[in-house]
């Protein structure tokens, strides 16, 4: 954080404003307030802690006024399997059109440094978009860091080769079970074994093209039937040799499950833990766009309502407005200040785990 580098709080908060004024529409009340507060000598304003929070508060004040950090772009909606807990089912089944893919890269561009990272996860399987290849050189030639999710189904040599080349950045694999029992019993339609196999021959193909990228992680999603498992994840991961392990949270419709993965397990040498426990940035600096164009604020929302319930949650719709209109639209600054007041939307069960 900002204010750790400067010399005092005050000068902090002023370089914030210096780095951040144009993109800032906060009057200049809002600043003169902060300075009062921190300069304050009462009781209450000398405790560390009141005034940490504080800081947080105003920082989020500000990100919440910046272009989103991290964008999810959902690319297809296909997929082959039927994961036990996954709320897709009777989807329809489409790729975004590349035509939408680039307008929505070509507007993101113009915010970079600020947004930088793009996920390709949707409600389906990456793989199977017939644009993916394409995707990611667009994205990557403008600079983003780019990652996806994927069930490793249709990994083959021609696709693994095609993905180091297109200098993806990181690739989760989902892998719910160190046993084939377990495994199967949740992803199903997927083989053990063949998954396995997809991981191994990935690899080898990554040191045959000499190449570090993507950062190779498995990705299991903690749910009641595998979430004594938790510590082989890493034995497992060990033996593979693949970058790490990051554990989703198992939403269910609704409501965050919230299985017990905040019992950190030990941090293994070898094996590097990725997002433990969080799987989304607050989403005053996120948004989600599924594969049709409508910009959703949270990907929970997306395991947890199925597709016709959207429009009670969309922020905008890209094929009648742009980004920016919907991004710093009025729709978007009443969720965010909502968000951010201590009484969120009702329908939002993460949010005291996205800020914790
Ligand atoms: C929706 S899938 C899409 C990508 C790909 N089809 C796959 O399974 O890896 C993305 C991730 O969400 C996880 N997931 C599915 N249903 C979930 C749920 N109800 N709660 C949390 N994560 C879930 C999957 O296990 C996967 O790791
Ligand atoms: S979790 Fe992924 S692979 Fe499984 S059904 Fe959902 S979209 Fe398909």
Same mark, same amino acid.
Request: proline share 5%; hydrophobic share 35%.
């Given at each position: ?47 560390? $802690? ?21 964008? &999810? ?17 009777? +989807? ?6 590349? +035509? ?6 070509? /507007? ?16 389906? $399987?990456?793989?199977?978009? $017939? ?61 053990? +074994? ?19 990228? !993507? ?19 890493? $034995? ?28 950190? !397990? ?36 997306? /395991? ?9 949650? &969309? ?9 920016? +209109? ?31």
């Amino acid at each position: 954080m900002l204010v750790e580098v400067c010399g005092t709080i005050q000068d902090g908060v002023l370089a914030y404003k210096s780095l951040t004024f144009r993109c800032l529409k906060l009057g200049d009340n809002f600043w003169k307030e902060v300075l009062d507060f921190l300069k304050g000598e009462d009781e209450e304003n000398r405790n560390v $802690e009141h005034k940490i929070s504080t800081i947080n508060r105003f920082k989020l004040q500000v990100i919440s006024h910046l272009p989103p950090k991290h964008v &999810q772009v959902e690319l297809t909606t296909k997929c082959n399997l039927k994961c036990k807990f996954c709320i897709r089912s009777n +989807e329809i089944d489409g790729d975004m059109s590349m +035509e939408l893919f680039k307008s929505i890269i070509d /507007q993101l561009r113009r915010y970079k440094p600020l947004t930088r990272t793009l996920d390709f996860t949707g409600v389906g $399987e990456p793989l199977l978009c $017939e644009h993916l290849i394409p995707s990611i050189k667009y994205a990557k030639r403008y600079g983003f860091t780019v990652s996806f999710i994927s069930s490793f189904t249709f990994m083959n040599q021609a696709l693994a080769s095609d993905l180091v080349k297109a200098q993806l950045d990181n690739l989760y694999v989902s892998f719910d079970g160190v046993s084939k029992q377990t495994f199967e019993k949740i992803r199903i339609g997927a083989s053990f +074994e063949q998954v396995l196999e997809n991981i191994k021959l990935f690899i080898s193909v990554k040191n045959r093209l000499k190449s570090f990228k !993507p950062r190779l992680v498995l990705r299991p999603t903690i749910y009641p039937d595998n979430v004594h498992e938790i510590p082989q994840f890493f $034995e497992l991961a060990e033996k593979l040799k693949v970058d790490g392990v990051s554990f989703g949270d198992y939403v269910v419709r609704g409501e965050s499950a919230g299985l017990p993965i905040n019992n950190k !397990p030990k941090r293994r040498k070898k094996i590097s833990l990725f997002n433990f426990g969080r799987n989304f940035p607050p989403c005053i600096s996120y948004c989600y766009i599924s594969f049709d164009g409508k910009v959703l604020p949270c990907g929970y929302l997306t /395991q947890m309502v199925p597709r016709k319930d959207y429009p009670l949650f &969309q922020l905008g719709d890209l094929n009648q407005n742009s980004f920016s +209109e919907i991004w710093f639209g009025q729709r978007y600054k009443h969720f965010k200040s909502k968000i951010m007041s201590s009484n969120p939307h009702p329908k939002c069960t993460t949010v005291s785990k996205c800020y914790q």
